[in-house]
């Protein structure tokens, strides 16, 4: 099993690169999240890599991040979603923007990858939101304060959020951007201080704003 790959940039297409490693060339498909973030022609590039044998091929794929990685296993739990959508997702979010969109239950930033129609993304949303939270993201600042609940009071919260959340979106703001804006308020806010969608709804509009 080859778990990654160390060598030189030798071409780079819209999904695939060509890394020579002493002097073999190896194809790998990889998402444009990781072509943004490895070098240019000629310079030196570490990709951890997922090997996939079929029966009419043998294909590698290559990710600049372990977390990408392991999302893009995780994606390919559900039934449906084969390497290539999993790529088409991580090709259109980053990793932490498909975890938002998961907690979020946000499926329309799913439908931005290209294949995901409404089915696959209402799919992903619901079969991964239990095992969304066990998920490791390195050098994240996403933090959720009530995952999971654990009271009456955290329960009461969490549905004036869940109000707020769903009024913003509709005035036409991004159901993931308002999810983060929103449980960002959440820790903002003093245990003490009395939790209203009237207190939330200004202060979010303020930062969605920025």
């Not at 979020?104 to 439908?111: G, L, P, T």
């Amino acid at each position: 099993m080859i778990a990654t790959l160390t060598g030189k940039i030798k071409s780079k297409s819209n999904n695939q690169i060509i890394i020579d490693v002493n002097g073999v060339g190896y194809c790998l498909h990889v998402s444009r999240n990781t072509l943004h973030h490895i070098g240019d022609i000629d310079e030196p590039v570490i990709l951890n890599t997922d090997l996939q044998v079929r029966d009419d091929s043998i294909l590698l794929y290559g990710f600049k991040f372990q977390s990408e990685l392991n999302m893009f296993k995780l994606l390919q739990s559900i039934q449906g979603i084969g390497p290539r959508a999993a790529l088409a997702v991580l090709s259109a979010l980053t990793v932490e923007q498909i975890v938002v969109a998961i907690k979020s239950s946000d499926k329309s930033s799913f439908q931005q990858a290209d294949g995901i129609g409404q089915r696959v993304a209402t799919r992903i949303v619901s079969e991964l939101q239990e095992k969304i939270d066990q998920f490791s993201l390195t050098n994240s600042d996403i933090k959720f304060k009530f995952s999971p609940v654990t009271s009456n009071k955290a329960e009461l919260n969490k549905n004036i959020i869940d109000d707020a959340v769903s009024a913003l979106v509709n005035l036409g703001y991004s159901k993931s951007d308002v999810f983060l804006v929103v449980n960002s308020i959440f820790d903002e806010i003093n245990d003490d201080e009395k939790l209203s969608i009237e207190k939330i709804i200004p202060l979010a509009l303020k930062k969605l704003s920025k």
